[in-house]
C-alpha cells in the first residue's frame, strides 16, 4: 500500500487530509525525507525540521498502532507532531502519549450564508490606504513578493522561509494564476501581497502578507478584499483561509470579513 493511499483511505475516513501541502509538495518534487515509512497500515513522513505527520488506515485503528509510532519516534528525539483536524483520537493519542498542544492553526471560512449576509464587500479603491496601489501580479513581480513574505512572516517557522524554489514549486501548480495573485505597491515597491487559491467551488486565502512598515495601515484589509472579490466573482460556493491561533490582529480583520472557525490544526510537542 502506498502513502497516497493510506492518506485517502485517512481522509475519506476523517473528512481532513493527514499531510499538509508542503509535505505532498515536497514528494512531488522528489525530495528527500528525514523519516518516511509505508505499510499496509500506517504510514508517516517528516521533511527537513518539519514536525512528523502520520496516518493509520482506518481498518488498522483501534490495534495500537498510533502509540506504537510515537514512543517509538519519541525514542529516536522526535518531539514534534501534527494533528490535523485536532481529530478526538489525535488529542487521546498525544495525551497517553503526554504530549501536549504547542501551536493551534485555524482554519476559518467564509460560507455563502455568510456572504449573503453582509453587503458586498467595498471596491478595493474604496478601502486602500493613501498612496497604495493594488493590481494582479506579473511575472516581473515575484522577488519583490518574496522579500515582503520574508519580512513579514520573519517569526512564521514555514511561511517565513519560502524562497524563489519555494515559490515556483507552489506556482507549479494546476490552480496557480497570476490574475490571482494581487501585490499593493508605495511609490513603485511591493509593500504587500494577496496571494489567491481557487481549487474547484472552494476558494482559498493561500497567503496574505503585508510589509512590517505597512502594518496597522489597513492594507491587510485591502488586499483581503481585493482578493475576496476576486474569488466571489469566479462562482466559489466557500473560501478558506489558514491563520495562527494567537494571531490576534488577524483574527480581528477575518472576523470581521465574516469568516468563522472551521476546523483547526494543532502541533503537539514532547516534554
Do not use: C
Not at 91 to 113: C, F, K, M
Not at 173 to 193: C, K, N, P, Q
Not at 228 to 235: C, F, I
Amino acid at each position: 500500500m502506498t502513502l497516497d493511499d493510506i492518506a485517502s483511505a485517512a481522509e475519506a475516513a476523517d473528512g481532513v487530509a493527514p499531510f499538509n501541502e508542503a509535505t505532498l509538495l515536497a514528494l512531488a518534487a522528489g525530495d528527500q525525507p528525514r523519516i518516511s515509512d509505508v505499510t499496509d497500515a500506517w504510514a508517516l513522513i517528516a521533511f527537513g525540521e518539519a514536525p512528523v505527520e502520520l496516518a493509520v488506515h482506518p481498518d488498522e485503528r483501534n490495534k495500537g498502532w498510533g502509540r506504537r509510532l510515537v514512543d517509538g519516534l519519541l525514542s529516536q528525539g522526535e518531539t514534534q507532531w501534527w494533528a490535523h483536524g485536532d481529530l478526538p483520537a489525535a488529542q487521546g493519542l498525544a495525551a497517553s502519549a503526554g504530549l501536549t498542544p504547542a501551536r493551534t492553526l485555524l482554519i476559518l471560512r467564509l460560507a455563502p450564508a455568510d456572504r449573503g449576509a453582509r453587503p458586498p464587500a467595498a471596491e478595493p479603491r474604496d478601502q486602500r490606504p493613501p498612496g497604495i496601489t493594488i493590481r494582479p501580479s506579473t511575472p516581473a513581480d515575484i522577488d519583490g513578493i518574496i522579500a515582503v513574505n520574508a519580512r513579514a512572516f520573519a517569526s512564521h517557522p514555514e511561511q517565513g522561509a519560502m524562497d524563489r524554489a519555494d515559490f515556483d514549486r507552489r506556482a507549479a501548480s494546476d490552480w496557480f494564476d497570476h490574475d490571482g495573485l494581487f501585490v499593493a505597491e508605495r511609490d513603485g515597491r511591493i509593500v504587500g501581497f494577496h496571494w489567491t487559491k481557487i481549487e474547484g467551488d472552494v476558494g482559498e486565502v493561500y497567503v496574505v502578507g503585508v510589509d512590517p512598515g505597512e502594518q496597522g495601515t489597513g492594507l491587510g484589509t485591502a488586499l483581503t478584499a481585493r482578493g475576496l472579490d476576486h474569488m466571489r466573482a469566479a462562482g466559489t460556493e466557500a473560501i478558506d483561509l489558514y491563520v495562527e491561533g494567537d494571531n490576534a490582529p488577524a483574527l480581528a480583520v477575518y472576523h470581521r470579513l465574516g469568516f468563522t472557525e472551521h476546523a483547526r490544526d494543532t502541533l503537539y510537542t514532547a516534554p
